[in-house]
């Protein structure tokens, strides 16, 4: 089937594949929207989660809306989120990998129907500005506003004209202006310390309710060289259609629900935040840029699109961990020349800062130079990075911990990277003391790379050899006994130090000829020392 062309698309195939719960009684977008969709969370196990779309949306002042707000349809779970690429949950990092090596650019049209309704100078505010929209409060009784989540910002390169989607929250102060989070290890902070350093502000556009593959490279981070619209092209199998805004020289998606245009200051920055983050605190208020709307287009009775982006798992955690899986796995593998990598692994509750790499041994060097290189990506992801052998499942914890506990030693296989940039970590200075930290520490922050890979040759899993499991499971199920839910390693199997004599005796046991065995020992005994 052709892609998704927008979020409606990708809502009626939500529908149809019974991931889309429908509410359709008054419900409060400041009160009790986010927790309502929060408690599958914290609640319901990741199969169970579903998209939300909300028709009667209300307000603390009693406002009623006539636009529904649709949330978790981007990543609510893992098969949502492979909704949204069109494959198998287990074909997404391959999914993304595709769309990045073969990235597609977009087709610009004249109009689309994100220009049917346009709100700019006399008009701008007629319809409530900003307040037209059901904004929700992601986190109340912490938040100091309502925030836009699913915010795609577009801003351009200002000498390179490269054109960065990035997903930054955007708190909303007035009307006609709202905050932005924008940290300097973005590429949209690249783009304002540019713009800065020229005098100029920098121009933007929120983009909310974008088509579905947009709406995935906003939170990935894609190389500085290739622009996120070519990518979501990649993603998306076609160009994505364009139009050119009205008030700023940017191009955004035809089919996007809501397009908010306008300029962030690079002369004045202004108190933003506490808001409740991806990292499981509530992010302090600081001092941040701020965007002033110039326009407002959107489509006739658009759709207000949200993610759920406090404490993980989340939307938010999910859509990150997933393209990061992808990019970080490409590459190892391709930029890095490291050809026994065979899986990276982020843990969602950690939200990229946990990473486990899955390695086919060819040389041993290979291992540290896979550790290195994770952290060379970026300065802020991989606080700990752990290196495991190919036997080993990089999401099951049990597994992860067994090779913890017996395949590496801290004094000989760990190593502690120092002047890491912090991302929103509570743990590298007390709240409000971050610039008071030692530059040279870089706010303290480090990260631990594990080698957790067998060094030599050991003994066989202590499982029976897979042939006897998959007999007794087929005898398990044939007694109707509870459904088993096999957790890797189901069997034994050897890993170098076993014997022609062990596999021998092993296998006269199974011929019920142990007392061979027996008598063979009692030939070779030793006396006590």
Known sequence: MAYYRDLREQLKALDEAGLLTKINEPINK????????????????????????????????G??????????????????????????????????????????????????????????????????????????????????????????????????????????????KSPTRTGIFLSESNHGGYHWKRCKARGIPLQAALVIGAPPAVAYTAPARVSLSVSELDVAGGIAGRPVEVVRCKTIDMLVPAYAEIVIEGEISTEFIEPEAPFGESTGFIGERMLNPYFEVKCITHRKNPIFAAIVSQFPPSESSLMRQLSAEGNYLRFLKNDCNIPGVLEVAFHSIAVRQICVIRMKKINQAHIWQALHSMVGFHPATGKIVIAVDEDINPRNLDSLFW???????????MLVIRNRTPSMDPSAAPPGKEMEVSMHEMAGCSALLIDATCKWDYPPVSLPKKEFMERAKEIWERLGLPRLRPQDPWHGYSLGWWSAEDEEEAGLALQGEHYQTGEKAKKNRVPVK
């Open 30 to 61: 400041d009160t009790e929207l986010m927790p309502l969709v929060r408690w599958q969370f914290r609640g319901l196990p990741e199969e169970e989660r579903r998209a939300f779309l909300f028709n009667r949306v209300t307000d603390v002042k």
């Open 63 to 172: 406002k009623e809306y006539s636009i529904p707000v649709a949330v978790g349809c981007l990543a609510a779970s893992r098969e949502i989120y492979a909704l949204g690429f069109q494959c198998r949950p287990e074909e997404i990092v391959e999914r993304w990998t595709q769309a990045e090596t073969n990235p597609i650019p977009p087709a610009i049209v004249e109009g689309g129907p994100v220009h049917e309704e346009v709100h700019l100078g006399a008009s701008l505010t007629e319809k409530g500005g900003l307040g037209e929209f059901p904004i929700p409060i992601s986190t109340p009784g912490f938040d100091c506003a309502p925030f836009t989540t699913a915010s795609h910002w577009f801003t351009k390169d200002p000498e390179t004209g490269k054109v960065n989607i990035g997903n930054y929250r955007g708190q909303v």
């Open 403 to 413: 090779a913890l506990a017996f395949r590496m030693q801290p004094h000989r296989d």
